[in-house]
């Protein structure tokens, strides 16, 4: 059957027939990739000069070894190193017609170290040989100490966590759309609280409408000085003489006939018209 399935494809395969435009797209891209790398590699601040003064080489530093590189590390971090390292080397791109420019090949310069210093390092490592194990058997005892304690509290808490589940009750979720329903003291309660609240509310209102009349209030000035009143009552016509007015000459007394009558108070003079008609 799969022998029949993969005869079929390949038939289907051959079959196939190419297109004219099949491939334009692609050679097109690829020469624009082409070219941009082209214009990227060949800048001036790119180019490798023959003879540059400005650059150095770094001397080589020797190695200097920790006392507790020869130590076991824990299972941890031996399956970290032991992982394989997926990191791939770039690789340089050269296009064709374009000439490979050759590295520069970095002299590394011989460390020239002095029979002194590597006499003083013959000494230093035998006592450091020596020192390790004890160092070494501490360590293993402080780590095996923290493991167990690090399980420990991890118990503890995994307990406590599932003491606390047993005793809480499990928490009711209210539906959508329903209201909570309260009792007769609980809605006399708030009855009184609300009514507590609207006697403060007006209150105040009462005392800022108080405020606001009290400077609303105008006292106009009261006008004390002479004045000239006509009154008509009865038929009759009054002119009434307050605070010192007096009937001067500006008065016409020829005109039609008419009878006056005149009273003398202590305060106003009242001079009575009666018309003839």
Not at 77 to 99: C, S
Not at 237 to 262: D, H, I, Q, R
């Amino acid at each position: 059957m799969e022998n029949s399935k993969e005869e079929t494809q390949q038939h289907v395969f051959l079959d196939r027939t190419s297109r004219v435009t099949r491939g334009k797209r692609m050679t097109k891209l690829l020469d624009e990739e082409n070219e941009e790398d082209e214009t990227f590699w060949n800048q001036d601040a790119l180019k490798e000069e023959e003879n540059d003064v400005e650059y150095k080489e770094e001397a080589d530093v020797a190695d200097v070894f920790d006392s507790d590189f020869d130590e076991d590390e824990p299972d941890a971090d031996e399956e970290a190193e032991n992982e394989p390292d997926e990191r791939r080397t770039k690789k340089r791109l050269i296009f064709p017609g374009k000439p490979s420019t050759k590295k520069k090949k970095k002299v590394l310069s011989k460390i020239e170290t002095s029979p002194q210093n590597d006499k003083t390092l013959e000494q230093s490592t035998p006592s450091e040989h020596h020192d390790v194990p004890d160092d070494v058997e501490g360590e293993r005892i402080i780590r095996k100490s923290t493991r167990t304690s690090v399980i420990v509290r991890q118990a503890e808490r995994d307990a406590i966590r599932a003491a606390l589940q047993a005793t809480m009750k499990p928490i009711k979720r209210k539906k959508e759309g329903e209201e909570k329903r309260m009792t007769q003291e609980e809605m006399l309660l708030e009855a009184a609280q609300t009514e507590i609240m609207n006697l403060r509310n007006l209150e105040r209102v009462l005392a800022r409408e108080e405020e606001v009349k009290k400077r609303a209030v105008v006292h106009k000035a009261v006008y004390s000085g002479p004045q000239i009143r006509y009154l008509s009552r009865n038929g009759y016509s009054y002119l009434e003489f307050v605070n010192g007015a007096s009937f001067g000459s500006e008065v016409l007394t020829k005109a039609t006939p008419c009878m006056f009558y005149v009273l003398n108070f202590p305060i106003t003079v009242i001079l009575c018209i009666k018309h003839v008609t």
